[in-house]
T-cell receptor, first 113, second 111 residues
């Protein structure tokens, strides 16, 4: 699980504000993922990226955006269009997508003021 | 898409007893099944995984079994210890990008 960092640990969003969550990995992994975790639910995929400059929507992409300009970085922006953003956000990476272990970052807890 | 159901949602066991968590999946094309352990406020960590070409895999006190015909797989923890208390998630993948997760099982080991 080492080598993946997320910041900040806690983030507060005001109404109508966009906020960006950082995810960095030094594992030389090609694939990176963003998940949302709500109490009593499993992890739900927001976006994933298999290669630099390419990414795809997951199951709950509405109200979120991502970029993948560098192999090491996969930031997630929670836009004002996401009406219920309070959740624990987890970033993950893997060597290749599919049947390989996904390693998770420590997470960012987003709260709405 | 893939639907993974996980049971039970909570499990309380006496220290030293065994714990079993079962997951069912809907897509017969799924061929990779990892299990993650998440302690309170921490990141999920892989504890064991199994691919569809095997029926069982063991790692010390942890084992996973897979029944492809019935489309279910189970996690077995023997000789439970207090440090086994956590939330456990199963997941399934068809070998593409996507892991579909179960809702999680909160395991409490009573001393």
């Amino acid at each position: 699980d080492g080598g993946i960092t997320q910041s900040p640990k806690y983030l507060f969003r005001k109404e109508g504000q966009n906020v960006t969550l950082s995810c960095e990995q030094n594992l030389n992994h090609d694939a990176m993922y963003w998940y949302r975790q709500d109490p009593g639910q499993g992890l739900r995929l927001i976006y994933y990226s298999q290669i630099v400059n390419d990414f795809q929507k997951g199951d709950i992409a509405e109200g979120y955006s991502v970029s993948r300009e560098k192999k090491e970085s996969f930031p997630l922006t929670v836009t004002s269009a996401q009406k219920n953003p309070t959740a624990f956000y987890l970033c993950a990476s893997s060597i290749v997508s599919g049947m390989e272990t996904q390693y998770f970052g420590p997470g960012t807890r987003l709260l709405v003021l | 898409g893939e639907n993974v159901e996980q049971h039970p949602s909570t499990l309380s066991v006496q220290e030293g007893d065994s714990a079993v968590i079962k997951c069912t999946y809907s897509d017969s094309a799924s061929n990779y099944f990892p299990w993650y352990k998440q302690e309170l406020g921490k990141r999920p960590q892989l504890i064991i995984d199994i691919r569809s070409n095997v029926g069982e895999k063991k790692d010390q006190r942890i084992a996973v079994t897979l029944n492809k015909t019935a489309k279910h797989f189970s996690l077995h923890i023997t000789e439970t210890q207090p440090e086994d208390s956590a939330v456990y998630f199963c997941a399934a993948s068809k070998g593409d990008y996507k892991l579909s997760f179960g809702a999680g099982t909160t395991v409490t080991v009573r001393a």
